[in-house]
């Protein structure tokens, strides 16, 4: 099974309530070995990474999501040691007036991955169905009123999962990785947050209020995963209560999905062969 077991690859019987928050009663990793596997994890992912830009056919989108607290941060920190050249890191926050004026995929268009880079979304477009359905956003929007609706947010599960297939079928693959955060948790990270100074920063009004909507936002959740899920683009539903292992579990999702897109460094050609050995003959002047 390995990690397959936080897979969701279809919205049939899906429920939060079925997936842990901690790594559980037989955890997939012993707590002694996380760290060498999150090395060992994170240099295969460099190599491949790196083939995946000189192959340059595919890119790979990394949607992180979860509610405050659930170490959406510290999971780009610590599991994608890859070439900073390589991978590109979006945040997505309220939107500002003029992504307002626009549909609500407008501003993620111009920063999806080009063929062979990995961008990484901090939060993303499915805000969209996430705080701005527990606060019904979508209503205040100034729209023809057929499009902010009763319909509306189920409308958007569809646009969603089509505009991730069409970049499916278009070369772009899409890992989502939902991070599961128990409530007790989050109280516990937003007491650090603010006991600790240096912490004090992340911490806002916003983020205790939020919390208030906690179980319409893990409806929200369950529902946007339910309807978005798909063998091509599947969510993974991570344990995130305990960092360790959250970061060697998604390390060993973006590991699988590098090694399933299987990047090749390009073929030399018979050609290109001779013009490097000739190249290598003016180098060290040998029959120069
Ligand atoms: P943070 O990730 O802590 O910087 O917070 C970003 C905030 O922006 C979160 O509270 C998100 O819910 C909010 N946000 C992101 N996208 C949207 C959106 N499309 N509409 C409204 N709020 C959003
Ligand atoms: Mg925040």
Redesign the pocket.
């Known amino acids: 099974m390995g990690i397959d077991k936080y897979k969701v690859t279809s919205g049939n019987k899906f429920l939060l309530k079925n997936y842990e928050t901690t790594p559980g009663k037989n955890p997939m990793y012993d707590k002694k070995e996380r760290a060498d596997i999150l090395k060992k994890n994170k240099d295969e992912i460099r190599v491949l990474q790196s083939r995946l830009y000189a192959d340059g056919k595919a890119g790979v989108l990394i949607v992180l999501q979860g509610m405050?607290g659930g170490g959406?941060d510290s999971v780009i920190r610590n599991v994608i040691g890859v070439n900073p050249q390589g991978v590109k890191v979006h945040?997505?926050?309220?939107?500002s007036t003029r992504?307002l004026n626009h549909d609500?995929l407008w501003r993620v268009i111009p920063v999806l991955p080009q063929r062979g880079m990995i961008s990484i979304f901090?939060?993303?477009?499915y805000?969209?169905v996430?705080?701005?359905k527990v606060?019904e956003?979508y209503r205040k929007l100034n729209i023809l009123d057929r499009c902010k609706d009763d319909g509306t947010i189920k409308r958007r599960y569809k646009q969603i999962k089509n505009f991730e297939e069409y970049l499916w079928e278009n070369g772009v693959i899409t890992v989502k990785l939902f991070l599961h955060l128990s409530k007790e948790e989050q109280c516990k990270r937003f007491l650090r947050r603010i006991d600790r100074e240096d912490k004090n920063w992340?911490f806002?009004d916003?983020?205790l209020k939020?919390r208030g909507y906690w179980d319409n936002y893990q409806e929200a959740y369950e529902t946007a995963i339910a309807a978005t899920s798909t063998p091509e683009n599947p969510w993974w539903i991570l344990p995130a209560d305990k960092k360790e292992y959250t970061h060697v579990v998604a390390s060993e999702v973006i590991l699988e999905t590098l090694k399933a897109l299987n990047p090749q460094y390009p073929v030399v050609t018979k050609e290109q062969r001779q013009t490097l050995i000739k190249n290598r003959e003016i180098l060290t002047g040998k029959n120069a």
Do not use: G
């Open positions: 405050d959406k945040n997505f926050r309220q939107p992504e609500y901090n939060r993303s477009y805000e969209d996430l705080v701005v606060h956003l992340k806002s916003s983020d939020e």
